[in-house]
């Protein structure tokens, strides 16, 4: 159990001490964040809470696409659509991605010219027109690590840039790759790879100075569809439309195309787990698959393949612990399956419509403490005990100390976020 005090003081640590003697100057608030799971407001002592936000979480966020147009958000704790958003545009317009910053605060949806930005807890959404830029038959997206940057595969020879904080939109020449179906960013965030479905190859871009390079795939016409990077950077996985994977060793200087393996016919979607150890590959072949590769061999080896519950597989996504992973199937009764990734089995599907793309996030749980009447805040922090979030913020709002937070994992984590008070001079 991890337990530790998170904090910035704006008067000296040894008054602070002092005060923790003299508790009635202390305003405490308890709070308990269940993984997937809402706010439980425990007793306050002179402190008032937040005003009531949506429950924090782990949520999959399916991209049901044309002529629905709609996000339905799954609770992946209890496997239930709990909202459904629309998503505006144009007729016509073709979602078919959606990605989840780290902080679990922002959803980007993709589609054909635009891209629609939402904020996970409003559901407010801006919308980023991408035609003037001449950005057009966009399909995928990644953000780096610090998302400040989106990163969007479009149909030309251009990648498409959104800076984060102001939508601003500008394009990084492919250095020659043409038609990029997918896009991923290594978890540095110093390099971005493109799979490009007409070229037949793959950039490489320095986020440094936006310089592209070409990396030639083995097997002339495969037809590189999406592309994905491991949690160590050490390794990029590209499915091809000849029903192909290929591993390129990013690790080092330089960089080596390792042995293709077969996947199966018309691969989709893929996905690394968040310990790198699997990649799961969806397969809309005969019989519509999800193919398992274990990538600590090389080449990559079948682990398994699952059929049951999976039709006309189309995306594919980790929850943050590695325990589910997510797959759309537009077949039959459009579903979202869970599977689980230790049987290799579908434990649960959701019905849903007409589903493409599916992301998943943790939406951070918030509180807050604040002095009593008479008293004015110079500092605050919080109290954590549980596994260690993957999203923290502890800072004064107005005459607040809020605290917000991500559980990625199937723990609780207990936060007691307090304020520091002091006097009037």
Do not use: H
Not at 91 to 116: C, D, E, H, Q, W
Not at 236 to 248: F, L, Q, R
Not at 302 to 330: D, E, L, Q
Request: charged letters at 10%; one cysteine or more.
């Amino acid at each position: 159990m991890l337990g530790f005090i998170i904090g910035a003081m704006r008067r000296e640590l040894g008054a602070v001490r002092r005060r923790r003697r003299e508790i009635t100057r202390w305003t405490r608030a308890w709070a308990r964040i269940a993984a997937a799971g809402v706010i439980l407001a425990l007793p306050v002592t002179n402190a008032a809470l937040s005003a009531a936000v949506p429950a924090p979480g782990t949520f999959a966020y399916v991209i049901n696409t044309t002529p629905n147009n709609t996000v339905s958000v799954v609770n992946t704790k209890t496997n239930l659509v709990t909202d459904t958003i629309p998503i505006p545009g144009l007729v016509g317009s073709f979602p078919s991605a959606a990605v989840v910053n780290r902080a679990g605060t922002k959803l980007y949806v993709i589609k054909t010219s635009s891209v629609s930005v939402f904020d996970t807890k409003t559901y407010a959404v801006t919308t980023v027109n991408l035609l003037p830029f001449s950005l057009a038959g966009c399909v995928d997206a990644a953000l780096n690590p610090a998302g400040t940057r989106l990163y969007i595969a479009c149909v030309g020879t251009n990648l498409g840039v959104i800076d984060t904080s102001n939508n601003n939109v500008s394009t990084i020449p492919l250095g020659g790759g043409s038609s990029p179906r997918g896009v991923a960013v290594n978890p540095t965030g110093t390099r971005v790879y493109t799979a490009n479905s007409d070229s037949d190859d793959v950039t490489v871009i320095d986020t440094s100075n936006n310089s592209a390079s070409i990396i030639d795939l083995d097997g002339g016409d495969i037809n590189p569809d999406m592309v994905v990077v491991n949690p160590s950077g050490t390794r990029a996985y590209v499915t091809n439309g000849d029903g192909s994977v290929s591993t390129i060793n990013t690790a080092g200087a330089g960089t080596q195309i390792l042995p293709n393996v077969a996947v199966g016919v018309l691969p989709t979607a893929e996905a690394v787990s968040p310990d790198g150890t699997r990649l799961y590959v969806t397969v809309d072949g005969t019989p519509d698959t999800v193919v398992v590769f274990d990538t600590t061999t090389t080449p990559i080896s079948v682990v398994g393949a699952i059929t049951t519950g999976i039709s006309i597989p189309r995306g594919v996504a980790f929850n943050p612990a590695g325990t589910f992973a997510y797959v759309t199937n537009a077949g039959g009764s459009p579903n979202l399956a869970a599977i689980d990734t230790v049987l290799l089995s579908v434990t649960d599907t959701v019905p849903v419509s007409n589903p493409f793309g599916v992301a998943v996030g943790a939406v951070p749980g918030t509180t807050t403490a604040s002095c009593p009447g008479g008293k004015f805040m110079t500092g605050g922090g919080a109290e954590l005990t549980g596994p260690e979030p993957s999203y923290f913020s502890s800072k004064p709002v107005n005459d607040t100390w809020e605290v917000s937070l991500t559980n990625p994992t199937n723990q609780d984590i207990t936060v007691r976020p307090y304020a520091v008070c002091s006097d009037p001079a």
